[in-house]
């Protein structure tokens, strides 16, 4: 397989550090969570994970109804991705997400369509499947 798009992010001092781009644009601190018992006050690799699932799970909702009949404005979708850190077998841990898509512009039972097809190509959908249980909860407007 050959790639399309790579990048480099380099975090430094873990959960209560530092995460940069190979490019700079992404040069953030990262901190544990005060419901983890951290100081909070920066994001946490819980958020970023939800902000890359959801964007990349709308592009992939938009390209799958655009290959289709619907032709979706990049502003008809809207993705909430809820990351959830939690307590796996072993004392491990594992993630779990809930994505809540809606969609302007089509009907419900189309809307529904669509997603579960976004779901079988967007890359964070096939990255985590049978790891990371994911739930999906679709809205038509």
């Known amino acids: 397989m050959s790639a399309l798009y790579s ?12 995460a940069r781009s190979d490019d700079g644009i992404l040069d953030l601190s990262v ?3 005060k419901s983890l018992g951290g100081a909070g006050g920066a994001t946490n690799p819980e958020q970023l994970f939800a902000a890359g699932y959801a964007a990349c799970f709308g ?3 938009i390209h799958t109804a655009r290959s289709g009949p619907h032709k979706l404005e990049d502003d008809a979708v809207t993705v909430e991705a809820t990351v959830g850190l939690n307590a796996g077998a072993g004392g491990g841990f594992a993630l779990s997400v809930d994505l809540s898509v809606t969609i302007a512009g089509v009907d419900q039972g189309t809307a529904e369509e669509i997603v579960e097809k976004a779901h079988q190509t967007c890359p964070y959908s096939n990255a985590v499947r049978g790891n990371v249980d994911v739930g999906l909860k679709v809205t038509a407007r």
């Open 7 to 18: 990048t480099t992010v380099t975090a430094h001092g873990g959960r209560n550090g530092t």
């Open 31 to 33: 901190a544990m969570p």
């Open 59 to 61: 592009s992939a909702v």
